[in-house]
């Protein structure tokens, strides 16, 4: 059987589409469930009398907020799937650890200069630190970890298998209100980024 690594591309191998199928599935039903959540809030809303409704809007908010988080979770299946349709995945060569804000911190070597590394940061949000990663590399159960991409712009991060896909990026290559990266990055490493979803800038 050929190893995940030997494919052109991360999207080749049937394990990693199994994955993302397993993920779409979990994510998917994580959003949905919150539909029944919304019409709880709303009914909460309409049916509570004002003053009993002032000391449950904290909970109402936290509610809506956990809402938003799974929406944004199945929202990035398709950035996921796109970067995988164009790197190969990079076995072990990403550093895993814990920060103290709460974050995780993927280091990966920069494709273009090796011998330095590229930080790309996940969590430190209100409900992210129960997502897999910050618990898994917070209690030393990960430490190193796949990577699909370029730590430049965007990637995909996995455990070996591979499992639990998890897109992390750059914020110069999602917010279009900062200018994005452009110095020492080579003309084919820009288009490479700029398929998988990132933004390059101009030529």
Known sequence: MTSPVHYKTAWEDPGTRRAWRRTAMFRCAAALGCVPAFFAWLFAVVMTPVWLLVLWMPVLFVGIWYALLAVAGAASLTGIRRVLRVYPWQAGLAEVRSKKNGSTQFLVPDPERPEKTVGLEYGGGIGTGRHFWVRAVKSG???????????????????????????????????????????????????????????????
């Open 141 to 203: 159960q990960v430490t190193a970890a796949w990577f699909a991409g370029d730590p430049r712009y965007v990637g995909v991060a996995a455990t070996p298998g591979p499992r639990n896909l998890l897109r992390v990026a750059q914020r110069e290559a999602t917010d279009w209100r900062m200018s994005p990266r452009k110095r020492g990055v080579s003309p084919d490493a820009r288009a490479r980024a700029r398929a998988a979803g990132a933004r390059v800038g101009e030529n």
